[in-house]
């Protein structure tokens, strides 16, 4: 293969990768926020997502 479709499927891979483990959601809200005018900054939006995570009823067992 060439270094440019090595480097392609990499960087694919890696795009994927980050979107299903949930590290891209940022860049996601970002994005659709993005035409809505004022967004929260990347320290507010993690510890939004922490509060709904852990406020919620939680019954695993």
Known sequence: M???TIAVLSARAWAWL???????AY??????A???GAALT????????????YSRINRCC
């Open 27 to 32: 860049e996601v809200y970002r994005a659709g």
């Open 18 to 24: 980050r979107a299903v483990s949930g590290d891209d």
């Open 42 to 53: 990347r320290r507010e939006f993690y510890l939004d997502r922490l509060r709904r995570k």
């Open 2 to 4: 060439k270094r440019r």
């Open 34 to 36: 993005a035409h809505v």
